[in-house]
């Protein structure tokens, strides 16, 4: 006899109140900012099961009192130097806190002498009380890392200055080491993912890249003296690092044109940006200068080859921000995109919006969403697709396609094998696959 069961009334959810908010939150919670920049904040409410209210109207204040917010939520970052700070917003008892790094654009120079003893910059990453101090010495005030046994967690130090930059600036810094109980601290800079380093027991200079494995590293023996000042400068230029792309016949690259020494004038604006030479004979086949007089900075990237929508295409990144398709044998233009927003604006050292193409064009047929997960079997990897094709791959740690089925209609299930067979469903209907067997699929119930 079937069971009955009795489900519990639910009470009906009742309605949000708009007027009465029980958490209000900034947003953005956290910005970064040059000294006169405007950023708009608004504040919304949530009730007390969390649903969201709509936008509030709250009474906006900084802290410090230096910048200037308006009744709209438009704050303004006062300047000219750097510092740090919090708007708020208040809406009777409530109140909810953003953070904002104002950060000057190049050139920055700091002495630390507008700084008191026992006071602390507050807009470098990194600086802390704890791990630093501003102290005077021979007369100036200098900013101290502390040497203590505390452990690994407060012997090392990394300060950050500006935001992300591109490459093309200096950074000069003066320092000094000193020795207790015969051991010597490390000093150094670091610019665009690049570290300069000091170090005091072996008596080195190194210059590495900034990755867990260094990929690039450059020592010398360098016999620095404790208690001696030293004036270290650093500058990191990416000199044209693209790499070719080839096909059966032709070798394609993006060439390193761009702006001269003084990062402002663009030397030769009509020269090649883009290049085919045959790979046996190293002869030009074609050449573009399609981004010209656009160009940002420089050209950093390399191109692709590909078929796309079944036609052969080579994509090449401009020095522009755009990305230029021409027929690989002919040089013939199929189509561009502009990667940056139409009102974004270039400005050296990183503090624009519109960008350069640093990382290589990737060409991938993922026309179709893939929603089952991969299932391994006697060595092999079948994976099943929204347009309703079952690949099989062999395992290993190279591409290689062994089949293709298409069954009919999507694929939304992860393929499963059973006593010798395999069985596969689609939207319509379930397959059960045993080697040897025969059948129509037209025909499968």
């Known amino acids: 006899m079937p069971a009955t069961v009795e489900a519990a009334a639910v009470a009906e959810e ?3 109140d708009p007027s009465a908010p029980q958490v209000i939150q900034i947003r953005p919670c956290e910005v970064l900012v040059k000294p006169g920049q405007k950023v ?17 109207k709250p009474q906006w204040s900084t802290s410090p009192a230096d910048g200037a917010i ?74 101290k890392k502390l040497a203590d046994d505390r452990g690994p967690k407060f012997n090392r130090s990394r300060v950050y200055i500006t935001p992300p930059l591109n490459t093309g600036y200096t950074v000069a810094a003066d320092v000094m080491g000193t020795e207790q109980r ?57 000199d044209g690092g693209t790499a070719p792309t080839f096909d059966d016949e032709l070798i394609y690259l ?31 086949v074609w050449e573009r200068d399609d981004p010209g007089e656009n160009i940002l900075h420089g ?21 522009d921000g755009r990305l230029y398709s021409v027929e690989p044998k002919t040089g013939k233009l199929l189509w561009t995109f502009q990667c940056n927003p139409a009102d974004s604006v ?42 309703g094709k079952v690949v099989v791959f062999q395992v290993g740690r190279e591409k290689r396609v062994l089949f293709e089925a298409d069954m009919g209609s999507c694929v939304y299930t992860t393929p499963v094998a059973a006593n010798g067979v395999l069985y596969i469903t689609n939207r319509e209907k379930l397959f059960a696959i045993e080697k040897g067997a025969r059948g129509d699929m037209n025909e499968v119930n």
């Not at 007390?48 to 709509?54: C, K, N, S, T």
């Not at 009744?71 to 740090?84: C, D, E, L, M």
């Open 14 to 16: 009742s309605p949000a």
């Open 40 to 56: 708009q904040f608004s504040t919304s409410g949530f009730d007390d099961g969390g649903r969201l209210l709509g936008r509030l």
């Open 70 to 143: 308006n009744g709209a939520g438009y704050f303004t970052a006062p300047g000219p130097g750097g510092s740090v700070g919090t708007v708020s917003a208040r809406l009777g008892d409530l109140s909810a806190t953003a953070r904002v790094r104002i950060v000057p654009e190049l050139p920055i120079f700091e002495d630390f002498e507008s700084y008191g003893e026992g006071e602390m910059l507050s807009w470098w990453i990194g600086v802390s009380k704890a791990k630093h101090a501003i102290e005077t010495s021979g007369g100036s005030k200098v900013l």
């Open 182 to 238: 015969r051991r010597r601290g490390d000093v150094g800079l670091i610019n665009a993912r690049y570290r300069l380093e000091l170090f005091g027991n072996v008596r080195r200079l190194r210059v590495m890249s900034w990755v867990p494995g260094p990929r690039f590293e450059k020592s010398i023996e360098f016999p620095w003296d404790p208690d001696r000042w030293y004036r270290m400068k650093f500058r990191v230029d990416l």
């Open 254 to 284: 993006v060439t390193s044109n761009g702006v001269d020494e003084g990062h402002k004038e663009l030397p030769v604006p009509a020269a090649p940006s883009f290049i085919a030479v045959e790979k046996r004979s190293g002869k030009v």
């Open 299 to 319: 050209q950093w990237s390399s191109p692709a080859c590909g078929v796309i929508g079944g036609t052969e295409q080579a994509v090449f990144p401009g020095g």
């Open 346 to 387: 270039w400005k050296l050292g990183g503090h624009g919006t519109r960008n350069n193409i640093i990382a290589t064009p990737v060409i991938h047929d993922m026309l179709a969403a893939v929603w089952s997960s991969p299932y391994v079997v006697d060595g092999k990897v079948l994976l099943g697709d929204e347009d």
